[in-house]
């Protein structure tokens, strides 16, 4: 399986959790896909002051892993598919909807 995921031509980096076994999502490359943001880390530094609740548990649902990068292992900020879920509920773009859907459907069929 691929560390690489693609949603409507964006590069989603992803790295596998053999304790937990769930792929876990680069945070800022799935903010990058959906909003189309030039900063991703500055949007995700907003979403959490509108999202007061979503800051509380970031923790909790965002742990820092490593991640299989072009540049060699980099400690990312990465959430699993609930997780994303979670965060996508924050992002008002129409791209999170098809990202939702897109997400399910590969984790029912197996093709994450």
Request: hydrophobic letters at 40%; aromatic letters at 8%.
């Amino acid at each position: 399986m691929s560390n690489i995921k693609l949603f409507q031509d964006k590069v989603i980096r992803s790295t596998w959790n053999e304790e937990e076994e769930h792929w876990y999502f680069v945070v800022e490359d799935v903010v990058a896909a959906l909003t189309d943001s030039a900063d991703p880390k500055q949007y995700v530094k907003r979403m959490k002051q509108r999202d007061i609740e979503l800051a509380k548990g970031w923790v909790q649902i965002v742990p820092t892993l490593v991640v299989p990068t072009a540049g060699g292992n980099q400690r990312m900020s990465c959430a699993n598919a609930k997780g994303l879920f979670r965060i996508i509920q924050s992002i008002p773009s129409p791209k999170a909807e098809p990202f939702k859907l897109c997400l399910n459907l590969r984790l029912k069929n197996g093709s994450l």
